[in-house]
């Protein structure tokens, strides 16, 4: 699959989080951040116009494939595949095979309208009193284990997305799979976005949906870095060992490093 770029996302990659410290008494900051986050999704997946009208039209048909959309729009296939990508990693189209009946050849990608498309334009937010009783649970476990068993539930739900986002795809590059897992952490409420740092390449988060349970509770952590793993290893293929910092546990940014 061809990288296509896109501009940067409003509220992406703007002002960063002051998430930590005295901000976590600022009852205002969160509201703030889940609005950005917010923006973010949506900008992410509906900020170009073409991508909207490519939307709208997989919305109201039966599904359709990257070549459909690239006649229907005029667009090189690459391009239609990218911005249909592009919106299943956010999760407002599910992909499935479609092998054509004949059993012969590499079958093509049909993207057809995600139940989620209903929900417009609010990325999930974890219930609080579903994150409550999961930390009071938490309390109660060894912390390795706790946090053992929260990577573990953050990377099968990862490897789970992946397999949606592109079932029987072929490997993507690390460079193409961290664009989409950025993606697709934006569409769950982080406002992440894709940069390059050294040799490798780091999805910086500016928002977490767990608010300020996290920085009590930074086990949860786990989850999101279980996450990008599970995302990581169901895109390319190969458990790629990925670096992880964060706020919660003192460190200057919430990214995730792979390569």
């Known amino acids: 699959m061809d990288d296509v770029a896109d501009p940067p996302a409003v509220g992406a990659t703007g002002a960063r989080s002051t998430r930590g410290g005295a901000a976590l008494g600022d009852r205002a900051a969160p509201d703030d951040e889940s609005f950005s986050a917010v923006v973010a999704a949506v900008t992410s997946a509906f900020g170009d116009a073409t991508r909207r009208q490519i939307f709208l039209f997989a919305r109201d048909s039966d599904g359709v494939t990257a070549a459909e959309i ?11 595949r990218h911005h249909l990508d592009k919106l299943a990693a956010g999760g407002y189209l599910e992909v499935s095979l479609d092998h054509g009946g004949s059993g012969a050849g ?6 057809r309208r995600s139940p989620r498309s209903a929900a417009l334009p609010a990325p999930p937010r974890p219930d609080e009193l579903v994150v409550t009783l ?76 767990f608010g300020e349970v996290v920085a009590r ?23 790629i060992p990925v670096q992880m910092s964060s706020r919660a546990l003192g460190d200057d940014s919430c990214a995730s490093v792979a390569g």
Do not use: W
């Open 134 to 209: 999961l930390v009071r649970a938490l309390d109660l476990l060894e912390p390795e284990i706790a946090s053992r068993m929260a990577y573990d539930v953050g990377e099968q739900y990862g490897r789970s997305l992946a397999a949606q986002m592109a079932p029987g795809d072929q490997q993507r590059s690390m460079r193409a799979a961290m664009l989409a897992i950025a993606d697709s952490l934006t569409a769950h409420g982080f406002a992440a976005h894709a940069e390059v740092r050294g040799p490798g390449t780091a999805i910086v988060r500016d928002h977490c949906p």
């Open 70 to 80: 690239a006649r229907r729009f005029a667009l090189h296939p690459n391009v239609a």
């Open 217 to 239: 509770h930074p086990v949860l952590c786990s989850v999101d870095r279980g996450m990008v793993q599970g995302l990581l290893t169901g895109l390319c293929g190969d458990e």
């Open 106 to 111: 590499r079958p093509a990608k049909r993207y």
